[in-house]
């Protein structure tokens, strides 16, 4: 998927969520671990990379606060309860109820 089309993608995700934010959201990933959780927020992440700079980009970022470890992998820092995605990481499915909201196997 191109990049705007993945902004797209989070966007509508982001969209979904804030207008069922009661709903458990499930996020797994192709490594296998999965996590339930509760969307937090978005941002703007841009690497650190200066402005000006030819090669300066800047992505959305979903971020869930996890409440439960389904699946334990490495798409979760054992030291906070977040994970976080975007187009430069992706999960292999997101699920909010019985609503699948993103299946990277289903394109």
Known sequence: MANK????VL??????????ESDPVIVSFAEG???LCEFDTDDWEDGDM???STEYD???????QVEKVIQAGPNKD???DFIS????H???KISCGDVVLYDADAK
């Open 11 to 20: 966007g509508s995700i982001e969209n979904y969520l804030i207008d069922h």
């Open 33 to 35: 671990d999965s996590y």
């Open 58 to 64: 800047e992505w959305l970022v979903l971020v869930f």
């Open 85 to 88: 995605i975007s187009e430069k």
């Open 5 to 8: 089309e993945i902004e797209a």
């Open 78 to 80: 054992p030291r906070y």
């Open 90 to 92: 992706m999960p292999l």
């Open 50 to 52: 200066e402005p000006t």
